[in-house]
């Protein structure tokens, strides 16, 4: 599996954007990018997932480096009930199992 | 959008008891369940594989006769901790894959996680 590094928290203001940066720089040609997020006691949740291009969806956007090294989940306007933690999964498919790293425990103040 | 129950949500049990834990998937078939275990303060660790009609595959370090597995149909998948103690207590966490193809075919969706405690 590729090696993840992502901070292990960030802090936002409610109702601005905030960007999420995650190095995958072994990510092999063929994974995908998946982000999950986790909100305290409950499960992870899919947030958004991407091969080369950038992604949008209506919880995020997902920058994705040109060589595939890194990318960067956007959420456009935090609110408070995006305060979770975020895990970037490198993955030849989301089917398949996931293993998850550290992520990066997003806080969002009102 | 596909959903996993997970049930119950919470449970205390005395140690040495057995528990079990459900896992539906409600409203797709699931030819594969991954089973996850989370300390305080930590990631998500895989415990074990589940595909429907065979046995599951664990990972390194997961005791089988401890955390038994099974997936008899296509929604739904169980795991019973036997002979529970205190170092068990943990959030248990499944998750499903969707069978077929499909935009929703390449997301994992979880359940809303078991916490167990063995006192």
């Known amino acids: 599996d590729a090696k993840t590094t992502q901070p292990n928290s960030m802090e936002s203001n409610e109702e601005e954007p905030v960007h999420l940066p995650c190095n995958h720089s072994?990510?092999?040609?063929?994974?995908?990018i998946h982000w999950y997020r986790q909100l305290p006691s409950q499960g992870p949740e899919y947030v958004i997932h991407g091969l080369t291009s950038n992604v949008n969806n209506r919880m995020a956007s997902l920058a994705i480096a040109e060589d595939r090294k890194s990318s960067t989940l956007i959420l456009h306007r935090a609110t408070l009930r995006d305060a979770a933690v975020y895990y970037c999964i490198p993955s030849p498919n989301a089917g398949n199992m996931l293993t998850f790293g550290g992520g990066t425990r997003l806080m969002v103040k009102p | 959008g596909a959903v996993v129950s997970q049930h119950p949500s919470w449970v205390i049990c005395k140690s040495g008891t057995s528990v079990k834990i459900e896992c539906r998937s409600l409203?797709?078939?699931?030819?594969?369940m991954f089973w996850y275990r989370q300390f305080p303060k930590q990631s998500l660790m895989l415990m074990a594989t589940s595909n429907e009609g065979s046995k599951a595959t664990y990972e390194q370090g997961v005791e089988k006769d401890k955390f038994l597995i099974n997936h008899a149909s296509l929604t739904l998948s169980t795991l019973t901790v036997t002979s529970a103690h205190p170092e068990d207590s943990s959030f248990y966490i499944c998750s499903a894959s969707r069978a077929g193809v499909g935009a929703g075919a390449n997301v994992l969706t979880f359940g809303a996680g078991s916490r167990l405690t063995v006192l």
């Open positions: 409203d797709f078939q699931a030819t594969t």
């Open positions: 072994t990510i092999s040609g063929t994974d995908y």
